[in-house]
């Protein structure tokens, strides 16, 4: 299996630490990153060691990527 997404995974997270911790481009990277490594099967807990995130950080940055927010949410529209 190639490894060439866990690898882009590894590089967003030291692009990440070596800029400030709020820097938004890094954070984005990384989080398209770790949406791709799902995407293509990487294994969630092999992508959380490479990406230093929980398992389920992984699965929420995957699915943000995927599913990004609506403007409005459906359940908002309470009366």
């Not at 299996?1 to 997270?13: H, L, P, Y």
């Not at 954070?27 to 990153?33: E, G, H, I, P, Y």
């Not at 294994?43 to 699965?59: D, N, W």
């Not at 927010?69 to 529209?77: D, E, G, K, R, S």
Request: a negative charge; charged letters at 20%.
């Amino acid at each position: 299996m190639d490894d060439e997404d866990i690898r882009a995974v590894e590089e967003a997270v030291a692009t990440l630490e070596t800029t400030s911790a709020e820097h938004e481009p890094a954070a984005v990277s990384l989080q398209t990153a770790v949406a791709a490594a799902v995407t293509h099967g990487k294994p969630i807990r092999e992508v959380a060691a490479a990406a230093h995130m929980t398992a389920l950080e992984v699965l929420d940055a995957a699915d943000a990527v995927t599913y990004p927010q609506q403007a409005i949410q459906p359940w908002t529209f309470a009366q």
